[in-house]
């Protein structure tokens, strides 16, 4: 009786988060994780579409290039829980970025953001496809001089904490360099 080779890929992480500031190649390591798991991959995109903004247009387009083209591409903007529900256990989710879902919900008083937040995390935990999700570090340069800054950056570090906590990988991408975090990391103590 012949014996199975065991030297599979491992299965794909349910989530996986990456991570960094702005140009640092996250997006571009995430589309590398998604293209390796073997899975259909669905790029959920949750930035607006500003088409008055030629510059927005041009990040886009670069985004676009990018992407295989039998990859799907979904346009959810802040409607990303709603999307993750029609996502197979044969697809994988690309989701780009946190930041601009955060963003998409930013004009929200505080218990609706903890509803909606809480919607999300519900949602990823029911899919049944694994997920990449990108997410923004903004807390690393000039304190915000605005209260909408100041709430996005709030908004987005403590959702990425809660994620952190149910993720199975997660990655800091800076200066074009993937580093896997869980590995070289341990767990920050919560507040008492």
């Given at each position: 009786?012949?014996v ?14 990456v ?26 995109a ?35 829980a ?7 256990p ?23 953001w ?30 915000p ?6 709430r ?10 809660e994620l ?29």
């Amino acid at each position: 009786m012949a014996v199975e080779s065991l030297a599979e890929e491992p299965p794909q992480p349910l989530l996986t988060l990456v991570s960094g500031p702005s140009r640092g190649g996250k997006s571009r390591w995430a589309e590398h994780l998604a293209a390796r798991s073997g899975l259909a991959v669905v790029y959920l995109a949750t930035g607006p579409s500003l088409p008055d903004d030629p510059s927005w247009q041009e990040r886009l387009q670069r985004h676009r290039q990018r992407r295989p083209p039998q990859w799907g591409c979904r346009e959810v903007g802040g409607e990303l829980a709603a999307a993750l529900a029609d996502l197979e256990p044969v697809q994988l989710g690309l989701v780009d970025s946190l930041g601009t879902w955060v963003a998409a919900h930013l004009d929200l008083e505080p218990e609706a953001w903890e509803l909606r937040c809480a919607d999300l995390i519900t949602a990823m935990g029911r899919c049944r496809a694994p997920l990449v999700v990108v997410c923004e570090e903004t807390g690393w340069g000039v304190v915000p001089s605005t209260a909408a800054g100041s709430r996005f950056r709030d908004r987005l570090g403590a959702m990425q904490q809660e994620l952190q906590g149910q993720s199975a990988a997660a990655w800091l991408v800076l200066q074009g360099r993937a580093i896997d975090l869980l590995a070289l990391s341990q767990p920050v103590p919560a507040e008492h």
